[in-house]
């Protein structure tokens, strides 16, 4: 979901060549695995990138729980292949690890230094920072963003809008806090990043102290004007879920407002351009000037 959306925002770098697993993608135009040494060494050799984007993970948090080999090759063997062909053909190559606020556990808000993973994805997704860091320009995200979703993946706000939409019962976590970006927000900044040449690690999530997951999808109702009183609350302890999930999540974004000497969108920021988006969206489907 945010190759997708990042991918129109980079070529304003210059040239690009945007890479996918799963044929057919949208705005891919090489398809691969890259998680295969050969495949990868391959397709770098042939463009041999200035600046490498790495957006690749499996996410599903309980998949990589159930399959740790496949969290292992997609999270961390990936990475390694990127890194290893860099470090022996061009050194000076800048790399971008996108990373995930689940390296985190315990009470937050959680600053760069408070790691503390509590399920198989968190851990991969660390693993394959730490490979990143063997470059010298390396920049390492910890993020959590949210969006419309895509043809291949729904994401977690485009299963509440259909949910609110189909008038679903389902149950909201009152006890799991975040801090997410909207994905044109990330995008927009992952780009300026680029632009400065920022290295180092850095927590880039939503500005404000965060929200449970709870009172996300219910400011999302609001926002889009859908019907959200068909849901109720709950705990994510009381749910079936196969691997642990950290209770708090929120990033604190001081760090890189100060390297970027800029304020970071609030959630109700991505909230409001999610909505003007989505009618967006739904008045082209309906041949309707929006």
């Known amino acids: ?7 129109p925002r980079l070529e304003v770098l210059g040239d690009i060549i945007p890479v996918g697993r799963r044929n057919p993608s949208p705005n891919i135009t090489v398809y691969g695995d890259l998680s295969d040494p050969l ?21 599903d948090v309980d ?22 062909w860099a470090l022996k053909n061009a050194p000076e190559t800048r790399l971008v690890y996108v990373s995930t606020d689940q390296v985190y556990g315990g009470p937050g808000p959680h600053g760069e230094e408070s790691i503390n993973p509590l399920n198989v994805y968190g851990m991969t997704k660390l ?49 799991v806090w975040f801090n997410p970006l909207y994905v044109t927000d990330l995008s927009n900044l992952i780009v300026a990043f680029i632009k400065r040449n920022l290295t180092g690690t850095f927590n880039v999530g939503a500005s404000e102290t965060g929200l449970s997951k709870a009172e996300f999808a219910l400011k999302l109702a609001t926002q889009l004007g859908l019907d959200g009183s068909n849901t109720k609350t709950g705990s994510v302890q009381s749910a079936d879920l196969l691997a642990p999930r950290p209770h708090d999540m929120r990033m604190l974004v001081g760090k890189v407002e100060s390297a970027m000497n800029i304020g970071l969108p609030s ?6 351009q999610l909505a003007k988006d989505w009618q967006e969206s739904v008045a082209a489907s309906s041949g309707i000037e929006a």
């Open 1 to 7: 979901m945010l190759g997708t959306g990042l991918t």
């Open 267 to 272: 959630v109700e920021d991505g909230l409001r």
């Open 63 to 84: 998949q990589c729980e159930k399959n740790i080999r496949a969290a292992f090759e997609t999270n961390v063997q990936t990475t390694r292949n990127i890194v290893s």
């Open 127 to 175: 693993w394959g920072e730490d490979v990143a860091r063997n470059l010298e320009h390396s920049l390492i995200l910890r993020t959590n963003f949210f969006s419309l979703g895509t043809e291949l993946r729904q994401g977690f706000a485009g299963w509440l809008i259909e949910s609110f939409q189909q008038k679903r019962s389902i149950t909201l976590f009152e006890d």
């Open 39 to 59: 495949f990868a060494t391959q397709l770098l050799d042939d463009h041999r990138p200035d600046i490498i984007v790495h957006t690749v993970a499996l996410t």
